[in-house]
């Protein structure tokens, strides 16, 4: 019998089931959460499906700009350096990423990733819905010299498969009316037309409707696992805070919780939880209809069927677990700035915040491990569900190949 464990029911835990299922194998899902994408990173992201903005977050500028961040001058960008052997690792490998060369080859690598998930997620987007769209995205440049060198990234990008495109501000504005509303000045955009959004949850959910109804998928929701079980140098079981399950293969797809769990087998992961926040409004009429990437303010706006969904903020380092009141505010009093008119920001906001699990070089740990059986699909960063389809197809080919 072909069974398998997938450890974690996010977006990248719900692909890797389908993508499994589709291979033959006979899938269980384990999730500490009441339902799939409930807790995790998966429930509040910034709803994009940003197949070309496959920029890498180690880069020149954010090590130029380090000062800055360190010293919490930057309300959207913070560095506490915590003192873990961890995170000195973690963080002194992040900077070897922050070369130009390194910025360049992880962002044309997370590039290639991106466009094989692409088709994988038209395709599943026939059978479930997730408020889906196709608007494409608009990216913002405040300076001339801000969007040269986001043209150079473009121009290489497009060389290998994007298709993104240089608007200076009037064509921009052709391009999206909503852009009279922006609060601040602007001078061009990089258009990244292919480039689609809608709901994380919502996919995770409806995902598991069709996995389990019509796949047999099993799930096993409100179990927290706490260690995997080895012998030899194999798996052989999983221990959750309910039982034990015996298992011979799982695949630990824990967001920023798998670096803990794949420690108990004796697996490090270089994977650092990067905290962000998120709100979620209804869409006035004078909401953009296109995704907008403010990059001055590092903020993205993106409207999910009628409401909006604001998103941004990245607090590295000391782990700060939890909701700050604080720095939502933040986060908030900046979109109304940046869009006072887009969203109803006067009721419930569906305040949210959520670590992304990112790699020093952000791209995604795809594959299997020196234990037999523990394969791992996580370290996914900024861009989890946009890279989902394709790390799940990966990971299950690789899976197949071993069985
Ligand atoms: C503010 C913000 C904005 C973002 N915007 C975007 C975006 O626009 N587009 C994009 O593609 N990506 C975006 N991301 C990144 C994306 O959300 C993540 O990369 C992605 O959700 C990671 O998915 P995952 O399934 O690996 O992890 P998660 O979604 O975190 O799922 C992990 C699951 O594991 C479960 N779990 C954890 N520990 C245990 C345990 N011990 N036992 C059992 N279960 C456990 C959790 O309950 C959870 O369900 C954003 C992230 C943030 C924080």
Redesign the pocket.
Known sequence: MRDILV???????MATAYALLRQGFSVTV????AG???????FG??????YFYTDAMASPSLVTNLPKYMLGLDPAFRIRPALSPAFIAWGLKFLLNSTQNAFERNTLDILKVALESRPAMREIAKQINFDYSKTGKITLYPDERSLNKAKALADLKNQFGAQQTILLRDHALEKEPALKEYGHDFFGAVWSPYDEAGD?RLFCIKLQELLERDHGVKFRFD???RRLLTRSGALVGVETDRDRIECSRAVV?????ATA?ARTAGIRLPIWPVQ???FTVPALATAPIASITDTARKT?FCRIGDRLRV??LADIGELESGFREERFNCLLETAKGIFPRAGNYGGDVNAWT????VTPDSKPIVGKTKVQGIYLN?G????????SMATANRLADSIQCDC
């Open positions: 450890l974690g029911a996010g977006v990248v835990g384990i999730d500490a959460a799939p994408a409930e807790a995790g990173a998966s992201n910034g709803a994009q499906l940003s994380s179990s927290r696992v797809a824990l967001g920023a919780s769990i962000g926040y998120s993205v998103a941004g959520g670590f992304r699990p996580c996914h960063g900024s861009l989890g569900w946009t890279l």
